[in-house]
């Protein structure tokens, strides 16, 4: 009896935060109150207070259950004895991408915290949540690239944290603009294309030498047109 009363507790807490994704996305979750998650639940307003303090709460539990795709960047691309650290950046990346383009939950969870959430209040937590996440993928993505520059598959004179800021700013662009409008571009087709699209970028940063090399020919230049 005991366990049936924990295993009905815990479908109901289910049920709660599965409402609650579809009823946030609808209406925003500033325009929803617990009121609207209950009643769309077929529950009691106390059902959601056994579960939940208030909506910060819930809001929390539902983001849980789904990592946000941008904190779920592999942090084994640093890892001094991986032999193709850039080539594990790029599947990550890609896996990212792809798993939004399949995954209808995730598709949810993204849409409302990058589109229906204002971040003020009792909801502001959740924004600090999202400053943390990012700023743990930016440190593993640059950890990634340093290794990569130490095996020398990306330039010198590319700087990682630059680059980091960039390869992420890519991947959540894209999932934002794609979750607004699937219309937009087809998101699985073209996650490999817009990666490498990228990565072929960083791989034709000049280097230093490059660059110093580029200035005394251009100086050169100049100094001849001059005479």
Not at 112 to 121: N, P
Not at 162 to 175: K, M, Q, S
Request: net charge positive; glycine share 6%.
């Amino acid at each position: 009896m005991v366990r049936r009363t924990k295993e009905e507790a815990q479908e109901t807490r289910n049920r709660l935060l599965d409402t609650a994704e579809l009823v946030f996305q609808e209406k925003g979750v500033s325009r929803t109150s617990l009121n609207d998650i209950a009643e769309a639940a077929g529950v009691t307003r106390g059902a959601i207070y056994w579960h939940f303090k208030n909506k910060a709460d819930l809001f929390d539990a539902m983001m849980e259950r789904v990592k946000l795709p941008v904190e779920e960047m592999e942090g084994r691309a640093s890892n001094s004895n991986l032999d193709d650290p850039l080539g594990h950046i790029r599947a990550s990346a890609v896996n990212i991408l792809n798993r939004v383009a399949t995954d209808p939950q995730c598709q949810r969870v993204f849409e409302i915290v990058s589109h229906r959430c204002e971040y003020v209040d009792e909801m502001a937590q959740g924004h600090e949540r999202r400053i943390e996440g990012r700023a743990q993928c930016l440190k593993k993505i640059e950890h990634g690239i340093r290794n990569a520059i130490s095996k020398g598959q990306l330039p010198a004179g590319l700087d990682p944290r630059y680059a980091a800021v960039g390869l992420h700013a890519l991947i959540d662009g894209l999932i934002s603009n794609w979750v607004l409008d699937q219309k937009y571009f087809p998101l699985a087709k073209q996650a490999e294309k817009m990666v490498d699209t990228f990565i072929a970028g960083l791989k034709a940063e000049p280097s230093p030498a490059t660059k110093t090399s580029k200035t005394k020919s251009t100086s050169r230049t100049i100094k001849t047109r001059t005479k």
